[in-house]
């Protein structure tokens, strides 16, 4: 079963910066051969799901949406299986629930669309306060 973790959220102050952690876990070494595509979306309250940036654990390459363009690093860790969010000069308009999700069978970086991804985690809260 796959399971997927979000850490790393919290109360900041704007211009501040966090750092959010995904592990994924339940995925085999043959299922990241075929490609495993890890993103993250976000969910301001009233709002719908937004894509934000993924990254593709067969070849590193990474998909941005244009709105956080700059400011949103997404990163792998030494372990395929965790995948980081650097988010810098953090907003008000920032704050929202942040959920990593899974994409199994792309080697390739996919469309930052909730239909492209099978799992996701439980989410991490980002509040930025003015």
């Known amino acids: 079963e796959v399971q997927i973790v979000e850490s790393g959220g919290g109360s900041v102050q704007a211009g501040g910066s966090l750092r959010l952690s995904c592990v994924v876990s339940?995925?085999?070494?043959?299922?990241?051969?075929?490609?495993?595509?890890i993103g993250w979306f976000r969910q301001a309250p009233g709002k719908e799901r937004e894509g934000i940036s993924c990254?593709?654990?067969?070849?590193?390459?990474?998909n941005y949406a244009d709105s956080v363009k700059g400011r949103f690093t997404i990163s792998s860790g030494n372990a395929k299986n965790t995948v980081y969010l650097q988010i810098n000069s953090l907003e008000p308009e920032d704050t929202a629930v942040y959920y990593c999700?899974?994409?199994?069978?792309?080697?390739?970086?996919?469309?930052?669309?909730?239909?492209?991804?099978?799992?996701w985690g439980q989410g991490t809260q980002v509040t930025v306060s003015s």
């Open positions: 999700a899974a994409a199994y069978g792309n080697r390739q970086v996919v469309e930052l669309s909730e239909l492209e991804f099978d799992c």
């Open positions: 990254i593709s654990t067969y070849d590193k390459s990474t």
């Open positions: 339940g995925f085999t070494e043959r299922d990241y051969g075929f490609g495993i595509v």
